[in-house]
């Protein structure tokens, strides 16, 4: 570790880095509150009046996401999120090589006594590491939310028998709407499978982005490239969803194995689930990687492709600056 | 015998189609001031490059302390201080954090070198690197480069963009670097500078190296310009290296290198009319292998 050049990275990132934590931040909280503000009844009625064809487009079942940690959960999933994450890594990981050739800085920075390969993977690193921080920013705002947040129930009269604990409801009662924390109906350390995911997520668009940055010479083609990649995959996810002739575009996008809520509900009901390498949705009644699998694949995909990166920058001419 | 720091042996370069650099072979003696001359092209900074470890030779090799520029790159940058012919820095940086870095990420940096030539180099080191002129820039490039004490410095057409105050400073500090016995390696197009600078020059041309010359012996080297009506010329060329008669207007251009007396002594024995004496200068060098095909210098 080079700490002039871990300083030179780390300052270099911050903006992006800040910009990413900040908006993160705000909306994961945002997201986890607004969940707050609709009550689970309410939000039933709206499922309800869905297609049921329509519960192909999620990984869980529609009665897991009325509750209020699948509603929570789903944060993991919405498109800001996962592209905020993405971009931290894919606009880091293309600036490795073609990033500074582009800015014709490389030639400067390779005359010092520092191998490609250190240059390269020290930049990786941070950006993995950021990768790593905004998942727990995201975790910290969720946290955050549910510790705040208040909801509304529906609370029905009734009475106590002594001793037994048994509570017997009024038939005619009126019901009355009462405030409870979220933190009582939802545990934050349960988003832990979700956000493990999304980092993984992360790390894959890291190596790929590296990889493609360590075989061009201008950052902005390398990210636009990265970038093309990351909307054909999500395309390809989409397409796969919608259409049964389609369902093959599911093994060619990395977005298959990114599934935050099927992870966190599977640990609800099994501790054990986040090490199982298959499991069975029950929406689709299919068998899918479980998060063992699912993670690990996007790790080895992520790193093996920042390997294939840091051996092309190794080996390859450098082009003069201009 | 004086020992080589670096060696470079039927070196080539092959981009596509084109040779940038075609069988070059050159020694660089420990502590000498080595000049690289030659036109946009002629393979000055595909050398330097290759030197560097920034490109892999297609054929040959190069030594800087018989360690292989490109095996061996990061051993090599440890014993060399390089400044690049375009000089580009950390636009988020300022002057400052610039030398900071460069002296941090080297076992032989020293900021408080580096503060001293930025100061000598007459830089604003508070400015950000964004907001600063190509000149400043290449100011602050130099003070990086030339505060550290690697035994080789590769200089790379530093002068570009300079003004002459600081251009002379520039030359004076390549002369204290060879008086402390380090070796710099030093391109340009100005021949005036190299002439100033350079112990011993090559000249490139089309990728190709086309000539070797030593300053000393340069110094030694007249041209006489004449105008001579008759006289016989034959008596003449055993004692010159060149001359040329234009019968017409009369005019006699002549190159000697070493004694000149007995050229002066002919000349005082015919007509001559017209009489100019100088020291012939790189330039002629220069002229011989760039305004002639290199079929024919080659």
């Known amino acids: 570790m080079n700490l002039s050049l871990l300083r030179k990275n780390l300052q270099e990132s911050m903006l992006l880095f800040l910009g990413c934590a900040g908006l993160l931040a705000a909306f994961s909280f945002f997201r986890v509150w607004i969940v707050g ?48 994450v993405s971009a931290w890594a894919l606009v880091r990981g293309a600036d490795v090589v073609g990033g500074e050739l582009g800015r014709g800085t490389m030639e400067m920075l390779l005359a010092q006594p520092v191998s490609r390969a250190r240059i390269f993977w020290q930049q990786f690193s941070v950006n993995i590491l950021g990768v ?37 409801p009024v038939p005619n009662g009126e019901p009355k709407q009462i405030l409870v924390p979220m933190r009582d109906v939802v545990d934050a350390t349960g988003f832990a499978p979700g956000l493990v995911n999304l980092a993984c997520l992360g790390v894959f668009f890291a190596g790929m982005a590296s990889w493609l940055s360590s075989n061009d010479r201008y950052g902005w083609r390398a990210t636009g490239l990265a970038v093309g990649v990351y909307f054909l995959f999500a395309m390809f996810k989409i397409g796969s969803a919608a259409t049964p002739s389609l369902a093959w575009l599911g093994w060619i996008t990395v977005f298959s194995l990114y599934e935050p809520e099927l992870h966190i509900q599977a640990s609800q009901t099994d501790s054990g689930a986040v090490w199982h390498w298959f499991m069975v949705n029950h929406v689709s009644a299919k068998t899918v990687a479980g998060p063992l699998l699912a993670n690990l694949a996007l790790l080895a995909a992520g790193a093996s492709l920042a390997m294939i990166g840091a051996l092309r920058f190794s080996r390859r001419d450098l082009p003069a600056a201009g | 015998m004086i020992e080589s720091l670096v060696s470079v042996h039927q070196l080539s370069k092959q981009f596509r189609q084109h040779w940038a650099l075609a069988g070059c072979s050159l020694e660089i003696r420990r502590g000498e001031v080595f000049g690289l001359l030659g036109p946009n092209g002629a393979g000055k900074t595909t050398l330097l490059r290759l030197l560097m470890g920034y490109l892999k030779p297609t054929t040959g090799n190069a030594t800087v302390s018989e360690l292989d520029c490109y095996r061996d790159r990061v051993a090599i940058h440890r014993q060399v201080a390089y400044l ?96 402390d016995g380090r070796t710099v390696v030093f391109s340009s197009h100005v021949l005036s500078e190299v002439e100033e600078v350079c112990d011993r020059v090559v000249i490139l041309r089309e990728g190709k190296l086309v000539h070797e010359q030593s300053m000393g012996d340069l110094r030694k080297m007249y041209r006489i310009r004449a105008r001579i009506e008759g006289g016989d010329l034959t008596e003449l060329l055993p004692l010159v290296d060149s001359a040329r008669h234009d019968p017409l207007t009369g005019r006699l251009t002549i190159e000697v290198a070493g004694d000149i007396h007995p050229v002066l002594r002919w000349l005082a024995q015919n007509p001559v009319e017209e009489i100019e004496v100088a020291p012939a200068g790189l330039r002629s060098v220069y002229e011989k292998f760039h305004s002639v095909p290199v079929e024919q210098v080659v």
């Open chain 1, 37 to 84: 503000r609709l009550d689970s009844g309410r939000f039933r009625q709206i499922i309800d009046l869905l297609p049921k064809d329509w519960e192909r487009f999620s990984s869980v079942d529609f009665e897991w996401i009325v509750s209020y940690l699948g509603r929570t959960a789903t944060t993991l999933d919405e498109p800001m999120v996962v592209m905020l």
């Open chain 1, 132 to 168: 790593i921080t905004l998942c727990l920013v995201v975790w910290l705002a969720m946290w955050m939310a549910v510790q705040t947040t208040q909801i509304k129930e529906t609370e029905y009269p009734s009475f106590n028998i002594p001793l037994t604990g048994f509570k017997i």
């Open chain 2, 84 to 179: 690049p012919g375009e000089v580009r820095l950390f636009r988020s940086m300022n002057g400052r954090q610039v030398l900071k870095f460069f002296s941090g990420i080297r076992p032989d940096g020293d900021f408080q070198a580096a503060l001293r030539m930025a100061r000598r180099l007459d830089l604003d080191l508070s400015r950000w690197v964004a907001f600063m002129s190509t000149g400043m820039r290449q100011k602050l490039a130099l003070a990086a480069v030339l505060s550290l004490p690697a035994p080789l410095t590769i200089l790379d057409e530093p002068t570009a963009n300079l003004d002459p105050t600081v251009r002379t400073q520039l030359l004076q500090i390549i002369d204290e670097i060879r008086r």
